[in-house]
């Protein structure tokens, strides 16, 4: 019995479906005309009738997209899959059945233009206000501002009585008060145009605009005067905001990059130009390692921290087995060995990988923005590097303060004689430190993966700001490579656009120079009998 009731349900539901598919079949009939009047008629008419199908909504983004085709003798709607010269793969728009491809000329193409498209962005808008899912409503909100229309006033009306979602009622309040600013009574208005100058959206800078320049009455001009410099005011600010933020994302990215220099520069007297290299092999370990693991971009980015740090180490200290312990106190020879072996490493990579870039897959959660409002969002993968430039520098701080490691570290570095004398393996120690300098580079090649692409020469664009921070910031120094990343970032991205991004790095560096001829080590110069030498 019960079985026999299922059966009849399903057969129901089935018989409603395909006479809800054969009655959208009939209204869009009209769209094979070459009218874009009649095809407006027509979406507008079945957005009207047939808000919550799934078919509808698949038909409209088709037509959007411009793969929306009917045959010219069964006038047989059909989505194209793919061209494959002359012949054409489609599926059934209502079936989604795919079909024996045929020759183009047996299709014509339902044509839009730049109105249609608005209008059906308009209509999937409001297909998608009424849905259960709450970022389907906020999305389809934001298309209704953007492209806000008197005809969406009872849409916004209906929607407003039933949303409960904070973040989605404030977009949908500020369509219906850009809506009220244009098209209400006089008192609507009045009260409209005086709330507009709370809001940041273009959206209601530009009804501000239209308004002022279509209205005679003084007041009301006024008052769209006093809300659009409201607007323009509090946009200033959150711009303010917005380049601190980034000059504070670009001084992390300095502090990543200085950082291993700080050490093998600062604290260990090389001067090593492969250092940017080393970042070179951090963003390749993690290029590699997506390579390898497709099915785990979403913790690649994680995996490659620990491995790039243990790779580019293990170059680090190579390096330093093979070449730099033969040139202790001589840093002008440090010099021009590194660059040598930075020519090398280079040559190596476009030989394994090609001299094209590479891109780096973004993971998904950090990708997007954080919209803080209108006027300012703070893009995911940015903020992420602030944060973690930051727990890499409290870990090298810890390391050298804190750990056995770090104490040898300081002591051969101030008396490499006295360390010896004391039993400390000096040779071992000037390994460890150049390797954990290099490592630390790697890991900058890791977060810098995520902002550009992967090539051979993506350390080379570090290299000189590197040696700029830790010069700055005072030698041997981490505080002061701190201080230096972070006021080196703000200040390139004050002047950035003012005097473009070339003249703003000549201008920082000649500011560099100038600071050095008054204070020649630094910010926070090194103190102690080291510092004498």
């Not at 360390?419 to 954990?436: E, N, P, R, V």
């Given at each position: 019995m019960i079985k026999r009731i299922i059966s009849i349900i399903l057969l129901n539901i089935l018989f409603l479906t395909n006479l809800y598919s054969n009655t959208l079949q009939e209204n869009i009939k009209p769209l094979t005309k070459s009218s874009f009047k009649t095809k407006q008629k027509v979406i507008e008419n079945i957005v009207e009738n047939n808000t919550d199908d799934k078919n509808l909504i698949y038909l409209l983004n088709t037509m959007l997209k411009g793969d929306l085709y009917f045959t010219?003798?069964?006038?047989?709607?059909?989505?194209?899959?793919?061209?494959?010269?002359?012949i054409y793969h489609t599926k059934d728009i209502f079936t989604k059945e795919t079909l024996e491809p045929q020759k183009r000329n047996m299709f014509k193409k339902v044509k839009t233009n730049n109105k249609i498209r608005g209008i059906i962005r308009s209509k999937l808008a409001e297909l998608h206000l009424f849905s259960d899912d709450k970022k389907?409503?906020?999305?389809?909100?934001?298309n209704i501002l953007k492209n806000i229309s008197e005809s969406s006033t009872p849409l916004i009306k209906k929607a407003l009585i039933s949303e409960k979602e904070t973040s989605i009622r404030d977009v949908l309040?500020?369509?219906?008060?850009i809506l009220q600013a244009r098209f209400g009574t006089d008192k609507e208005k009045i009260k409209a145009i005086t709330e507009l100058g709370d809001y940041l959206s273009p959206q209601a800078l530009q009804a501000l605009i239209k308004i002022k320049s279509n209205s005679k009455d003084e007041n009301i001009i006024n008052l769209v005067s006093i809300s659009i410099e409201s607007i323009e005011s509090s946009k200033s600010f959150y711009g303010v905001i917005e380049t601190l933020f980034f000059g504070l994302?670009?001084?992390?990215?300095?502090?990543?990059?200085?950082?291993?220099?700080?050490?093998?520069?600062?604290?260990?007297?090389?001067?090593?130009?492969?250092?940017?290299?080393?970042?070179?092999?951090?963003?390749?370990?993690t290029f590699t390692l997506q390579q390898v693991m497709p099915a785990f971009i979403e913790y690649s980015i994680i995996i490659a921290i620990p491995l790039a740090f243990l790779v580019s180490a293990m170059v680090g200290v190579t390096i330093e087995r093979l070449v730099i312990r033969h040139l202790y106190g001589r840093p002008l020879e440090t010099l021009l060995a590194t660059f040598g072996i930075s020519l090398i490493l280079q040559q190596i990579v476009r030989t394994v990988y090609s001299p094209l870039n590479q891109e780096v897959k973004t993971p998904e959660w950090m990708s997007g923005a954080w919209e803080i409002n209108s006027a300012l969002s703070i893009t995911f993968n940015r903020l992420y590097i602030v944060i973690f430039s930051i727990l890499v520098f409290i870990s090298v701080l810890l390391l050298l303060k804190k750990t056995s490691l770090g104490l040898k570290v300081r002591a051969v570095t101030q008396n490499r004689?006295?360390?010896?004398?004391?039993?400390?393996?000096?040779?071992?120690?000037?390994?460890?430190?150049?390797?954990?300098?290099?490592?630390?580079?790697?890991?900058?090649?890791v977060a810098l993966s995520q902002l550009t692409n992967v090539g051979p020469n993506l350390g080379q664009a570090y290299i000189?700001?590197?040696?700029?921070?830790?010069?700055?910031?005072?030698?041997?120094?981490?505080?002061?490579?701190?201080i230096a990343a972070m006021s080196l970032g703000e200040i390139n991205?004050?002047?950035?656009?003012?005097?473009?991004?070339?003249?703003?790095?000549v201008i920082i560096l000649v500011f560099i120079i100038l600071f050095i001829q008054k204070r020649p080590r630094g910010l926070f110069p090194q103190k102690g009998r080291d510092a004498q030498d």
């Open positions: 010219k003798y069964k006038k047989q709607f059909v989505k194209l899959i793919k061209k494959d010269g002359k389907t409503r906020l999305k389809s909100a934001k309040v500020e369509s219906y008060t994302s670009q001084g992390s990215v300095l502090l990543l990059a200085a950082l291993g220099l700080a050490i093998t520069f600062g604290v260990m007297k090389v001067i090593n130009m492969a250092h940017g290299e080393m970042m070179m092999i951090g963003a390749y370990t004689e006295m360390a010896q004398a004391m039993g400390i393996k000096t040779g071992f120690i000037d390994a460890m430190t150049f390797g954990i300098g290099s490592g630390i580079a790697g890991v900058a090649g000189v700001d590197s040696f700029m921070v830790v010069v700055f910031g005072g030698v041997g120094n981490l505080w002061g490579t701190l991205k004050i002047i950035e656009p003012l005097a473009g991004a070339v003249l703003a790095k």
